[in-house]
């Protein structure tokens, strides 16, 4: 049995992830200090304010932690705020640094005549998947984006990089379709 080293910095659907874990079959060790984490796949879920879950994340000790551990070759995913965390620097809160694990910045979704922040469903590769996001991921690296969504404009939906992995949607959210992204992302499937 996988188990999945669970990022808990006080992100809103830490429960939420908790429970799809389980319900694929997961095993989940909470990570609340670096200690915690072991050569397991690690899973940073998300939702709430860039500033913050840094503060929270640099309180904790873990982001020399992270870092490291993706040095090292340790799977990651990352989940909305979760995967904007795993870049450099987001203009959401300007001057606080990201975890600098992918290249690149965060910037303001840009969906002119649309309200944000964008919550609801939008087509990935053809498929709906659920979406609650202001922000999006701008990698310095293009290739890395491997599946776009629109909302307003076209942006990352998911990044992948060696074994570091990233969805701006919520897969616990997206019924079936996102369950199997997130079972297959955490098992290092396609």
């Not at 992995?165 to 959210?173: D, K, L, V, W």
Request: some cysteine.
């Amino acid at each position: 049995m996988i188990t999945v080293a669970l990022v808990d910095y006080g992100a809103g659907n830490l429960g939420n992830a908790e429970r799809a874990l389980g319900h694929l079959g997961f095993a989940v060790r909470l990570v609340r200090s670096p200690g915690d984490l072991k050569d397991d796949v690690i899973l940073l879920p998300g939702v709430g304010a860039w500033g913050a879950a840094m503060r929270t994340l640099t309180e904790r000790g873990l982001v020399a932690a992270l870092r490291a551990a993706t040095r090292e070759g340790q799977p990651m995913v990352g989940i909305c705020l979760g995967l904007q965390l795993l870049f450099e620097r987001s203009d959401e809160t300007p001057g606080v640094e990201g975890l600098g694990i992918l290249k690149g910045r965060v910037r303001r979704l840009q969906a002119e005549g649309r309200v944000l922040p964008h919550l609801g469903w939008a087509l990935v590769s053809g498929t709906p998947y659920y979406f609650a996001h202001a922000y999006r991921v701008a990698p310095d690296d293009q290739s890395v984006v491997v599946a776009t969504a629109e909302w307003g404009e076209v942006f990352p939906a998911v990044v992948v990089q060696g074994g570091v992995r990233g969805a701006q949607f919520h897969p616990e959210r997206s019924g079936e379709p996102g369950m199997s992204w997130l079972h297959d992302a955490l098992s290092d499937g396609p």
